[in-house]
Nanobody
Framework: VQLVESGGGLAQPGGSLRLSCLASGFDFKNYAMSWARQAPGKEREFVAFITSAGGTTNYADSVKGRFTISRDNAKNTVSLQMNSLKPEDTAVYYC???????????WGQGTQVTVSS
């Protein structure tokens, strides 16, 4: 099982980044996917969620209206489009796959996002 995040980096305040997570080793279409982040000295926090078929999404209040989660079940990928970035968005961003019926929960290694001028 692998979840590999990419697309992190340095962005200026007000800028944009697009994160991607490529999944392998499990039946991706059965899993709800989410993004979480962890800033230095803070606990990991929920960012965005999408159901297995992509019909429902949910966002943390702090990113609502700025971030968009999407998925492509044919390509086993989930993405996070991040617009209007703020310095407080600086964190390591993690991809998560969760299948409640099977009790399976997988995490990627994370990708660093830094928002700074």
């Amino acid at each position: 099982v692998q979840l590999v995040e990419s697309g992190g980096g340095l962005a200026q305040p007000g800028g944009s980044l697009r994160l991607s997570c490529l999944a392998s080793g499990f039946d991706f279409k059965n899993y709800a996917m989410s993004w979480a982040r962890q800033a230095p000295g803070k606990e990991r926090e929920f960012v965005a969620f999408i159901t297995s078929a992509g019909g429902t999404t949910n966002y943390a209040d702090s990113v609502k209206g700025r971030f968009t989660i999407s998925r492509d079940n044919a390509k086993n990928t989930v993405s996070l489009q991040m617009n209007s970035l703020k310095p407080e968005d600086t964190a390591v961003y993690y991809c998560n796959a969760y299948w409640a019926l099977a009790g399976r929960d997988y995490w990627g290694q994370g990708t660093q996002v830094t928002v700074s001028s």
